[in-house]
């Protein structure tokens, strides 16, 4: 009985790992959209596409972000100022994308440009403090990707969301996480109701990398920021030694992040060139044996383990 079930599931990765291997057609033909692509991992993928000889549209938010970016690619690369919280920013970037694509429509549209600041325990943060993110992390994908879907849909193409493991288990607090639990859901449903044109969703879950937006430096510079425009109530329920102990964990997370972001591009490639791309990717090794499994726990142990492996507040029950 085992050994019927060992040799049905080695059947059945042979024949997905066949089907992941066969790879769109026409490539060079093909236009794709990418937001964020002043640095991290879509400034590596916009090259990486670019060297396939794709034609990429790559949105940045500044312009001597664009320039370095033209600098290190081919004159098939274009880039356009993006600011995904204004709404006439993105009208414009659509109509951009429009006249370069023509009749072909957008064959691929990849949703990265994000923030992971203010961010803190939730207690400390104030209502502007999420908003801020959410309207970059989760919004403002959302408002891109209304705005381009006419144009994917033509193409019968694919949409690309970045998350995050933290998308699936929240372990500390502030948007960024709420953020990515948001981009998952709006992933799920614009995945299923695309189906019916032909048009694929992808859903990449990066786990921990060294990009600008997830560096230490940055994090803990925005705790210490909220930290000291928390009021004196919850300094003193909190104390320092919470504050000491919640950076010596920021620092401990960053040493192990990876700095190998091709493992993170590579799966935003697959899922714009493969003829069968999965509907999720979990990048990097932390993501697919530590945090998607924990995932999957009873809450209540993931709760438990958290709790007596942090520090308490000084004035905690």
Known sequence: MWLYLVVLLGLWNLLRLFRERQVVSHLQDKHVFITGCDSGFVNLLA?????????????CLTESGAEELRSKTSDRLETV?????????VVAATQWVKERVGNRGLWGLVNNAGISTPSGPNEWLTKQDFAKVLDVNLLGM??????????VRKARGRVVNVSSVMGRVSFFGGGYCISKHGVEAFSDSLRRELSYFGVKVAI????????CVTSSDRLSSSVKMVWDQASSEVKEVYGEKFLSSYLSVINLLDQNCSEDLSLVTDCMEHA???CHPRTRYSAGWDAKLLFLPVSYLPTFLVDVVVYWTSTKPDKAL
Request: proline share 5%; aromatic share 2%.
């Open 47 to 59: 090259r990486q596409l670019d060297r396939r000889g794709m034609r990429v549209l790559a949105a």
């Open 142 to 151: 959302i408002e891109v990707t209304l705005s381009m879907l006419p144009l």
């Open 204 to 211: 990449i879950e990066p786990g921990g990398f060294k990009t």
């Open 272 to 274: 714009l060139t493969s």
């Open 81 to 89: 100022i993006l600011d995904v919280t204004k709404t006439e920013s």
